[in-house]
């Protein structure tokens, strides 16, 4: 299944610039968890897509190099941070896109293009290999274009573990030393 990532997912040699100057032409040494379970599914990555630069914007207009247009009506935005996900989705270049969201950047997008969008509860989804922009509020989440695709997306991407794994209340304890 083709996905489209945010442009501030880490994947292993492919740029990842998070739509800045800065950034461009690093290429991280390693894939982001979510990018790892995907490649583990057999999805096929087709891209990365625009969003405002470093997250830092709503409507995915201020950007350095071309401007994401939303694919209902190119005279209007497609919301932002994440719309290049959303726009790809809902002009169907890709069936699938990934996003983050700390502050509604897949939730706004989502509503914008028509497409659906879902920030994951807490935790529910591995930040790992995610640019990180505010790290205790920053989820990755997926858009498709039924909600049946993106809960498809989401138990992929999904940092489940098993039930016995759960039991555990902190990191493992060292033994105290005798003095």
């Known amino acids: 299944m ?5 442009d501030n997912l880490c994947t292993l040699g492919l740029a990842t610039t998070c739509s800045s100057k800065i950034l461009e ?4 040494p390693y894939d982001a ?3 790892r379970r995907l490649a583990d599914a057999g999805a096929v990555i087709i891209g990365k897509t625009n969003m405002d630069e470093f997250r830092h914007g709503v ?9 994401t247009r939303n694919p209902h009506d190119t ?5 932002g941070s994440s719309g290049g996900s959303a726009a790809a989705v809902a002009a169907g270049f890709a069936p699938l896109g990934l996003g983050s969201d700390h502050r509604g950047s897949i939730r706004q997008p989502a509503a914008f293009c028509g497409v659906v969008g879902m920030k994951p509860t807490y935790g529910a ?11 205790s509020l920053d989820q990755i989440g997926p ?36 003095r």
């Open 143 to 178: 858009f498709a274009t039924t909600v049946a695709d993106a809960a498809l997306l989401l138990e992929v991407i999904a940092a489940t573990t098993p039930p016995t794994a759960r039991r555990s209340t902190g990191p493992p304890r060292r033994p105290v030393e005798a």
């Open 33 to 35: 968890t979510v990018v």
């Open 25 to 28: 032409g690093w290429r991280p």
């Open 125 to 135: 989804v591995s930040r790992y290999g995610l640019v990180a922009f505010a790290s």
């Open 59 to 67: 409507l995915d207009r201020e950007l350095l190099e071309r401007p």
């Open 2 to 6: 083709p996905v489209a990532l945010k």
């Open 75 to 79: 005279a209007k935005v497609p919301g």
